[in-house]
């Protein structure tokens, strides 16, 4: 497959324009319109028969039109022949629902593997998914990046002195002692029951923060309540500066408001998902994935490992 071709949806054109800039690859031309009814009409301008084609989309909001944009982008390229289709989706939406936790509910992260898969993808790339088992629900490989390679980089430089690492959730461990390891600092672990996806019934830290610097990391700010939340608990319990890190920003309404008040440092995030000048947020720094998803694309058009990837930084 000696074409080599990147193919940008409309859900984060910058990050795709980036990418290619690191590959030093013009990316693929495409129309993507709507008929009067809103449906999607899209054409493949490049020739890609042949080619190993990677199609940029994450499927964040608008959740629905992103994610069904990225499957007719899949199937006009398997109806133009491409050789390979990896969709690249650098925030999986409908993750959430990665299991049966009560009656008559549905498993959203298995039915868009399921259509991702019967489209006609070949593979998926994506970062930080909402839960590591979701690269079970897919029948074709899926290179699933570490967000920590990116950011670790940046985290070191702040070179921030007795720093405890605190995973907002029993969920955020492994995250969070990854973090830990490579930073140097100790972990802390906050427990919480939720009453619903917006209210937190009750919340308590297991760890030391006294007089401690923190650092407070997360695969996605979504409603913000919970590492709000975790910020206000490490600050009663004597912590000094607190950082507070995501992977995905996806910054439902009201989430500006409470990160402004959480009296956090600093806020940092990554690029999976656009974040407009409209989310002005105090302190917030974002790291780029664009250099970490280009190299991934890179080894695997060549075939060469993704995995070592993660034995070094970018």
């Not at 088992?133 to 390679?149: E, K, R």
């Not at 405890?164 to 969920?171: A, K």
Request: hydrophobic share 45%; proline share 4%; net charge neutral.
């Amino acid at each position: 497959m000696e074409k080599f071709v990147i193919i940008s949806g409309t859900a984060h054109p910058e990050l795709s324009a980036d990418i290619g800039k690191y590959l030093n690859l013009e990316l693929g031309a495409v129309d993507i319109k709507k008929f009067p009814d809103q449906e999607l009409d899209v054409k493949i301008n490049s020739d890609v028969r042949g080619a190993d084609v990677f199609v940029v989309q994450p499927t964040c909001t608008p959740g629905n039109e992103n994610l069904m944009e990225l499957l007719i982008l899949i199937d006009c390229l398997k109806r133009a022949s491409a050789e390979r289709i990896t969709a690249v989706i650098p925030y999986y939406g409908y993750a959430r629902k990665d299991r049966k936790d009560a009656g008559r509910v549905p498993i959203t992260a298995k039915l868009v593997a399921n259509l991702i898969t019967t489209a006609g993808a070949h593979r998926v790339l994506t970062i930080d998914l909402h839960a590591e088992q979701i690269q079970g629900f897919f029948d074709i490989p899926v290179d699933h990046l570490l967000a920590w390679v990116a950011f670790i980089p940046y985290f070191s430089s702040l070179q921030i002195e007795n720093l405890v690492v605190v995973s907002p959730d029993v969920g955020s461990i492994k995250q969070a002692r990854a973090y830990a390891k490579k930073l140097g600092g100790d972990l802390a672990v906050i427990d919480k029951r939720r009453e619903s996806a917006t209210c937190i019934e009750s919340i308590q830290l297991i760890g030391d923060v006294q007089g401690k610097n923190v650092l407070i990391v997360d695969d996605m700010i979504s409603t913000g309540n919970s590492i709000v939340e975790a910020c206000k608990l490490v600050k009663k319990n004597g912590a000094k500066d607190v950082y507070l890190c995501a992977t995905h920003a996806v910054l439902c309404p009201g989430s500006i408001e409470l990160l402004n008040q959480s009296g956090a440092k600093q806020v940092v995030v990554s690029n999976t998902i656009p974040i407009g000048p409209q989310k002005n947020i105090a302190n917030l720094k974002i790291i780029s994935m664009a250099s970490y998803l280009g190299e991934a694309i890179s080894r695997i058009h060549k075939s060469e490992s993704v995995s070592e990837l993660f034995g070094r930084i970018i």
